[in-house]
């Protein structure tokens, strides 16, 4: 048996359901970006996790320039060290038919055994190299797919010099190769980089290591010491050409993982809370002056004999119903937009399977921020409930006190007609009132400024990196450190009019327990082409003597110029450094250090080398140019600038950036639910006045002046609050959208907050002309008995 | 006698089929101008009804309704609303005052859009409230709220003022006021007052006095002679 006050609810709830229905939406709004933005987070921890495991992924890492197997025994003696496995693996060249640019890649040895190891592949298609082949192979499926090879394709590869053809017996994916990355790339590109898996004997006999090995990949008992395990590989392997261990969390693969992974928890935590506070604000006033239109029920119900706990539980579950409702909506909404962007994740990261865990915590915290809000609201509201009597409810409002509001004075009084002043008066009576709808609307319109800027920001980014900090049209890399005469050589090449030497080399920087594997790149003095800038993008000079870092690395490793950096060089005579930081440079993308070409080659004790050259050319002779370098012997590969602006806008497109679309269209959807809240309460407490007009004889956009007014004074006063905000916002979003591999730095863009404005604006017009429908369609003669 | 309305068959059903109301039945009246017209008559008789068609705030089912020339039945919303505008005052139960306007303005809300309006101050003179005019409804007594509501309906000089309850919600030393005033207007501006109401005594100060019954006419009385609000029983 339903109570005739349920009844009553439901009624309640179905004649108010355009209101109800934009509260439920804001509130989803906001659930719907907690659950999916943790959710996916979560997923993707977990499928990760999940990968490695099942795919024996190794705990440390090591390259060295070759070993014996007898070695293996000794390593695979170190305390802690469950598992070891000796590999060869070697750079290659690919070369296809219709590319002039030549393909870098890696060529990895499978075990002459089908025992399975550490580093399983996940075979995708086809089957693996038959034991002892020497011309079969496995190929990576991410660039098989970019290239469109199949099993059973042929590939020609140029490896340790010798020209081979291989036949593509099966496609693979690897939990060490998730994101692969040519060698001096900034963003991983599948297109670009190939990997093959070819029987370890097969591959020996090529890079001439038979009976020895390259590379060794460990796993560790569970509570072994990681770096305990590492000085002792090091030690060892020390005279073999060992490069220094590495633990899983600096494999190039995992880093670009975590470090993407690291951003969408840091967006998940700060950008879910901002919407849903301010759809927690939002329906704090919406309530309140749902409560309060109803004085005069709340009167009766009363007087019939109803205690204020019961009145007051009956317009709380209203309230409730009402959050409920958006909590499950957006739940229900939250996993489905998980489920889809952790799919697109998994195309994205190369994962085999995907394991879906949306977060537990992710639906209790925002249900129980949304319910919070909403109670709040309402008990803030309830409390007048409780103070009324009845007979004070039911008698007619005495009207609103409006005494202590604007006069005006003669001279504007002449300005302004009644309407007018009714509207002025209206805001000016209750400011508080007036202000939280103008900060409702203001808080969607920074969440929209603040998401279209950050869009823009990205863009920004990216278009000065490519013209003020890197210029060069392409970069040639080769094989090994070339004495600098080379770069004269490409000089000549027709239609190349800069090149400019420069060098990079592998280094673990330290400073204290602070730690980060990465590189130093070595530039001229003064470079034309490839530059280190400070923060009003002017041009780093190269001084003698010292290092500049960028500003990531700067913060990782908590140092300011004058301080002194130890570097540990992974390459050639691998010396250890002491350098002082004599500058921080910004950097739009990676985490990079410069110093100066000679000073770099000094430190080594090898001068005048360089491995890469920077250059500029003329587009139009790109194919001449490439085909001429690609028949240099020493030249490994050659990254055309182009290309890797593409790969770079793909990465932040389709990776965690491609979170950011979706929070720009939930903030957009969380504006337009404010603002036609704000024309709807507007409306509601206009209703009687309005219908006055109309019955005296105001046309119906003369009456709808009155309410669309208010709307537009409110919106107008929103846009400059929202846009500030929206500034403070855009800088709190970058902040979080900004990792290693990439600085995100917001500035005030016009023309994103213009954006945004516009769409304040449009989203009123939108609401008003609603909220006139209802206007023209009110019954005049119920609204004017209609008491308030 | 020039007559403000006649209605011929004037009906209004509200809803349709089991749900249909029928709030009026069929209604033939004439309604002289320069009159007071009291309308008599139970709860949901049809009064309010026929004074809201007549008012143009409503529409007609079938039948016709005549202000002089002009078939009511026959104007658009916007037709309609010029009428409203040009020709006719309301003063309701509940004053209905815009809260955020002082008395004067209220009035003045009137006179800026109407043809050939009084001026306020003279509007609220007629009601005995000049003194108050920058006073803002909320700092005013009831009868004094509906003695503005009276002002800013005859400010604009209209041919008829329609009054719905307008001594509903006050007590009777306020009620003759507020009635004395409707008599001033009528008897000074020539306006034709046309007042629905309970209070059967209000009907001795009228020129005719129209009772309604299940949606008809019940009778017509002409009043020979008019009783002054003051000597009328409360």
Known sequence: MVSPLDTKLFRDLRRMKAQAGAIAMVIAMGVLLQVMMSGSTNSLTETRRAYYERNHLADIFVTLTRAPESELQRLGAIPGVRQVEGRVIGGIRIDLPQETVPIQGQAISLAETDRPGLNQVHLTNGTLPAIGSDDEALLLEGFARARGLNPGDRLQITANGVRKTLRVTGLAQSPE??????????????????????????????????????????????????????????????????????????????????????????????????????????????????????????????AFGYTSFEVSAHYMKAVLIIAVAGVIAGCLLGVAAGRWMVGVYTQFYNFPFLV??????????????????????????????????????????????????????????????????????????????TAALSMGIAGGMALSAGMTTIYASFEDNIDLFFSVVDRSDATVIFTHPVGDSAATDIARVPGIFAVEPAREVAAVFRNGLRSHRGGITGLPHSPEITRAIDASVRPIPLPDSGIVLSVPLANKLALAPGETLTVDVREGRRP??????????????????????????????????????????????????VSTLKAKPAVAGFLVAE?????????????????????????????????????????????????????????????????????????????????????????????????????ITATYDLASHGFAASFVVGASIVSGWLVKRDLDRADLVIALKTRE | ????????????????????????????????????????GASGSGKSTLLNILGGLDRATEGQAFFQDTNLSELSDRELTIYRRRHVGFVF???????????????????EIAENPMPAAEALDLVGLDHRRDHFPSQLSGGEQQRVAIARAVAKQPEVLFCDEPTGALDSATGRAVLNVLRDVNVRLGTTVLMVTHAASIADMAHRVVRMQDGRIGEVNVNETQKTPEEIEW
Do not use: C
Request: aromatic share 8%; glycine share 6%.
């Open chain 1, 356 to 433: 879906f865990r949306p977060d537990t915590f992710s639906f209790i915290f925002s249900a129980f921020a949304a319910l919070t809000a909403a109670s709040t609201g309402g008990l803030f509201v309830l409390r007048r409930v409780f103070a009324l009597t009845p007979a004070e409810a039911m008698r007619p409002p005495t009207p609103p006190d409006f005494s202590k509001t604007l006069t005006f004075k003669s001279a504007v009084a002449r300005m302004l007609d009644q309407p007018s002043r009714m509207v002025l008066r209206g805001i000016a009576r209750r400011p508080l009132r």
């Open chain 1, 643 to 743: 290309d890797a602006q593409a790969s770079l806008e793909k990465l932040m497109n389709e990776g965690a950036g491609a979170a950011r679309y979706i929070m720009g269209v939930i903030a957009f959807v969380i504006t337009f639910g404010v603002i036609y809240n704000a024309a709807r309460i507007s409306h509601a407490e206009r209703l009687r006045d309005l219908a006055s007009l109309r019955v005296m004889g105001f046309t119906r956009p003369e009456a709808a002046f009155v309410l669309l007014g208010e709307l537009a004074l409110i919106t107008l006063v929103a846009i400059p609050v929202g846009s500030a905000a929206g500034y403070l916002i855009s800088l709190a979003l970058a902040a979080g959208f900004s990792s290693d591999l990439y600085q």
């Open chain 1, 177 to 302: 190769l998730l994101f692969v990355a040519a060698p001096g790339e900034l963003a991983p590109d599948a297109a670009r980089f190939g990997v093959v898996w070819m029987r370890q004997d097969a591959l020996s006999a090529i890079y001439g290591m038979q009976g020895a090995f390259n590379d060794a990949v460990f796993a560790q008992t569970r509570d072994a010491n990681t770096s305990e395990i590492i000085d002792a590989i090091d030690s060892i392997l020390d005279r073999w050409g060992g490069t220094g261990a590495f633990a899983r969390e600096d494999l190039i693969s995992d880093r670009f993982v975590m470090e993407e992974i690291n951003s969408l928890i840091i967006m998940s935590r700060s950008v879910p809370p901002l919407f849903l506070a301010v759809a927690a604000f939002l329906l704090y006033i919406v309530i309140s002056r749902m409560v309060q239109s109803e004085r005069e029920e709340i009167g009766l119900l009363k």
């Open chain 2, 93 to 111: 139960q509940f004053y209905n005052l815009m809260p955020s306007l002082t008395a004067g303005e209220n009035v003045e809300l009137v006179t």
């Open chain 1, 576 to 625: 250890t450094l002491q350098l002082p930081v004599v500058a921080v440079a910004e950097s739009l993308l990676g985490a990079p250090a410069y110093m100066s070409l000679p000073a770099l080659n000094r430190a080594l004790k090898e001068p005048g080398r360089m491995t890469v050259a920077h250059v500029m050319f003329d587009s139009a002779e790109k194919d001449t140019i």
């Open chain 2, 1 to 40: 006698m020039q007559t403000a309305f006649v209605t011929r068959g004037l009906t209004k059903v509200y809803g349709e089929g089991h749900a249909a109301v029928h709030a009026l039945r069929g209604v033939d009246i004439d309604v002289p101008q320069g009159e007071i017209i009291v309308m008599l």
